[in-house]
């Protein structure tokens, strides 16, 4: 049906302190077609970001380390190619926005020039071309290219978050790793800065992993959604699939956390219970301790991947025996 | 400002000894040997009869010329092997293990057996002078390198293919640069005072040439009768390093936001 432009196949990385093992992605499995975009949803400390840094292979080592697991990319594997050829990749065809604006930017240099780096990087060309697209970029995400000369501290958090975007985007990338892009600006940049990455993607044809723990965020932009808990995908599918027919109970605990428009509520719908030491998972379901519908099978069995609707798996006992027929 | 001021001054000076010294530093007069300041030399002349405040002009050149060679050696080469063991996490415990090891060393002694090598002279006096002090460029360049590499915008510079040498010299070393810089003039002041300590033991610059502590040295047997051989070469050094100390103090002042 679709061409995939990043798969992934059982990925395990694991953080080794002095005292503990955690393993902060376990044993993921995910894809992603063209021009598709993923969201990757989950509490903090779920792995989403490690998962991202793993497919940039930017996980901090020490004490990261990418135990196990394949990641292709356009037909290569990440994890085994070159340095030198991974560093061509990044920013040229895999590109990352980060969490926060506000330092993703070097405060010493002129934006114009840390979207040129990227081109000159990447791009063979002169000078003049390299300054050509710089401006082209600039214009593209709406900041006017008069500005390329002014240091980071003299834009507004909206405005430094599209000069990432530009830079993230300036290559034309096959695949964008966007790390919670609109967490730290407020809904109405937010919107703007969706709207900018939707209709980008169009443009370019690119491929999106969108990390958020914002389900309003997801619903606006996704073609597929994952949740993660754990380190683990818990549930994946279409996003109308995983909106309207969600079965894990830790995504029916999410969405029932939203709180409602219509009904008055005095406390919000959490999930009961934090999420579980890293260091220290419960055996068998790892969410268990939390779930309302444990059952004592739950507490020892480590359930595997059902699919209970086409192109939607769940990672729950409680589907167990009842996969969509074929 | 006003360490700026005398140091712009000193820098002038220094510029245009020929100009401005009345005299030249190694004219002899007998005759008027152990003059106190007067009209005709207003600093005085010493036990050669040369004019003081000629040799002090010519002095500050020595003095500045040593003061700021030595702190860029030092800068130089600490700052290189600071930003290696930050970087280059692997090699940090053998780098800055060697740096202690420098650290270790009296610089008296190190310029003693610097001396006793090569000679004495200007430039085995900044080597040594350089030599001692690079220790606090590398564990200074270290801290600032530590905190600048873990910014996201250094991630985010690595995400888009940038090499270990390019992130170092665009995105790490510009943004580490406050504290450094402020170790440099305050280590300016620093080197100008060791290398008029080791002149004054004989160690650095040898005479007839205008040092600040050869003078010292030389006027001290004097000084019973004729304290101004000590006092004017003096109260200068003491100027000197205290206007950049006050220069240091001021730029930690404005570079380090935390103190504000």
């Known amino acids: ?326 | 400002m006003v360490g700026l001021y005398l140091l712009v001054f000193l820098i002038l000076v220094a510029i245009c000894a020929p100009i401005i010294a009345p005299y030249d530093y190694d004219d002899q007069n007998q005759e008027k040997a152990f003059k106190f300041p007067n009209r005709e030399f207003w600093f005085g002349t010493d036990n050669f009869g040369r004019d003081i405040l000629s040799r002090m002009i010519y002095g500050s050149r020595v003095s500045l010329q040593v003061g700021l060679i030595s702190v860029g050696f030092s800068a130089l080469v600490g700052c290189t092997l600071g930003v290696i063991a930050a970087f280059y996490r692997k090699c940090d415990n053998l780098v800055m293990r060697v740096v202690d090891g420098f650290a270790s060393i009296p610089y008296l002694l190190l310029a003693i057996a610097i001396a006793a090598a090569l000679g004495s002279g200007i430039n085995n006096l900044m080597l040594a002078v350089g030599i001692s002090t690079i220790p606090a460029y590398a564990r200074v360049t270290r801290a600032a390198v530590l905190t600048v590499k873990e910014t996201e915008y250094v991630e985010a510079a690595r995400s888009i293919g940038t090499n270990n040498f390019r992130i170092i010299i665009r995105h790490i070393m510009p943004n580490s640069l406050a504290p450094i810089i402020i170790q440099a003039t305050l280590g300016v002041g620093n080197a100008i005072l060791i290398a008029s300590c080791l002149s004054f033991l004989g160690l650095g610059i040898q005479p007839p040439s205008p040092e600040w502590g050869a003078m010292l040295s030389g006027g001290r047997i004097y000084i019973r009768d004729y304290w101004h051989m000590t006092v004017i070469p003096g109260v200068a050094l003491m100027l000197v390093v205290y206007a950049l100390n006050i220069l240091g103090d001021g730029l930690r002042d404005a570079l380090d936001p935390r103190l504000k």
């Open chain 1, 1 to 326: 049906m679709h061409e995939k432009v990043l798969e992934i196949k059982k990925l395990v990385v694991r953080y080794d302190t002095d005292y503990e093992k955690v393993e902060a992605v376990n044993n993921i499995s995910l894809e992603i077609a063209k021009k598709e975009t993923m969201g990757l949803v989950g509490e903090t400390g779920a792995g989403k970001t490690t998962t991202a840094l793993a497919i940039m292979r930017l996980v901090p080592s020490p004490p990261g380390k990418v135990i196990s697991g394949e990641i292709y990319f356009e037909g290569a594997d990440l994890l085994k190619i070159s340095e030198k050829e991974m560093r061509k990749i990044r920013g040229g065809k895999i590109s990352m926005i980060f969490q926060d604006p506000m330092t993703a930017l070097n405060p010493v240099l002129p934006v114009g020039e840390q979207i040129m780096e990227v081109i000159r990087l990447h791009d063979k060309g002169s000078k003049a071309e390299a300054t050509k697209k710089t401006t082209k970029m600039l214009e593209l995400v709406g900041i006017n290219s008069e500005r390329h000369n002014e240091y980071p501290h003299q834009f507004s958090g909206g405005m430094k978050q599209r000069v990432v975007i530009a830079i993230a985007l300036a290559c034309n990338p096959s695949l964008l790793i966007a790390d919670e892009p609109t967490t730290a600006l407020d809904v109405t940049i937010q919107a703007q800065v969706l709207g900018m990455m939707n209709s980008l993607k169009d443009e370019f044809d690119t491929s999106i992993i969108l990390i958020t723990h914002d389900l309003g965020v997801v619903a606006e932009v996704c073609d597929h959604v994952a949740i993660m808990y754990a380190g683990e995908i818990i549930e994946t599918g279409t996003i109308k699939e995983i909106f309207e027919n969600k079965k894990h109970p830790y995504t029916i605990g999410l969405f029932n956390s939203i709180p409602d428009l219509d009904t008055e509520e005095d406390r919000l719908q959490a999930i009961s219970g934090l999420m579980p030491d890293p260091a220290n998972l419960p055996k068998g379901c790892k969410f268990h301790p939390r779930c309302p519908k444990c059952t004592a099978e739950c507490k020892h069995r480590v359930p595997q991947n059902t699919e209970v609707a086409p192109e939607h798996f769940v990672k729950c006992l409680l589907y167990k025996g009842t996969e969509a027929a074929k």
